[in-house]
């Protein structure tokens, strides 16, 4: 069988990356780098399957509280994340939370905190090839007022601000390379950020940010924060679990949200729209 190379999808109407159909994921996504983090995730839910298993993208489908809701890995940066948005909003989904991890480029952000993205530095370049520089890249404030609740009822420490993305987790993020290797501006790209008021470093949003934009979705970050370049510490794998349930609990408060706007006839949710 035969199909079309400008919109490629397989048998039964699956996305050709991600192998997933019209129907099976919810209109809320999940969106963490780590294939094995989605995994983690789904095992929090009232219920869970797997979708599919292919390439960096593995999906699952299930409850949390009663509320639908997907998780799609994206592997490691840009170019792959914006593979699965495309794919994704195709089949259904338009609420997009990435759970991550980062560095913090502030100083008292401790290891264990999580970062929630109100907008993001485009530092990478995939987001270039749909849009001018210029063009911002910003999280939709209803997923971040639901990020920012959901952490306050959770009782977890958080932090919300601008992130840098980036295409290398290197120099682009004045590591140095192998052997030491550098250039001049990664040696000043993290003092130069942290003036800005830029909170930290990963590798997505930017590009997810941006997307969702264009296309009229909706799209969060909540990130677990692992090395703080100010005090040169790293710890790997502190907070995820904070991250995953301040974004699960999210999706419900979204949810809820959500039907209070379709009840009311409203486009957009505000805090007094519970009162009326």
């Known amino acids: 069988m035969t199909f079309r190379a400008d919109a490629p999808t ?18 809320y996504v999940l969106l963490p780098g780590d294939p094995g983090r989605a995994e983690r995730i789904a095992k929090t839910w009232d219920e ?24 799609t890995s ?12 495309e794919e994704l909003l195709r089949v259904g989904a338009d ?51 639901a990020l920012v609740e959901a952490a306050e009822s959770l009782g977890v420490r958080y932090w919300v601000g ?14 140095p390379g192998f052997k030491g ?20 470093f990963e590798m997505e949003s930017a590009t997810i ?7 009229g979705a909706r799209a969060g970050t909540v990130c677990a924060v692992i090395a703080n370049r100010v005090d040169n510490t790293f710890q790997p794998g ?3 679990d904070d991250a995953i349930r301040v974004a699960n609990e999210a999706v419900k408060i979204l949810s809820e949200w959500d039907e209070v706007k379709k009840e009311r006839g409203k486009r957009y949710f505000y805090p007094s729209l519970w009162r009326k």
């Open 10 to 27: 397989i048998e039964g109407g699956k996305q050709y990356h991600i192998e997933v159909a019209p129907g099976e994921v919810s209109r």
């Open 48 to 71: 869970h399957r797997l979708v599919a298993r292919h390439r960096e993208y593995t999906t699952f489908t299930g409850t949390y509280k009663g509320v639908p809701i997907s998780v």
């Open 74 to 85: 994206t592997g490691i940066g840009s170019p792959s994340a914006a593979i699965a948005v």
């Open 95 to 145: 609420t997009f939370i990435r759970v991550g991890t980062t560095g913090s480029i502030q100083p008292g952000v401790g290891l264990g905190d999580l970062i929630i993205s109100l907008a993001a530095v485009r530092l990478e370049g995939t987001s270039k090839q749909y849009v001018m520089s210029e063009y911002p890249a910003v999280a939709s404030p209803e997923v971040v007022m």
């Open 162 to 175: 601008i992130t840098a993305s980036t295409d290398s987790f290197y120099l682009g993020q004045g590591r």
């Open 181 to 200: 290797y550098m250039q001049s501006w990664a040696r000043t790209i993290v003092d130069d950020l942290r003036a800005a008021g830029v909170m930290n």
């Open 209 to 215: 940010f941006t997307l969702s934009s264009i296309y």
């Open 238 to 240: 502190v907070g995820v």
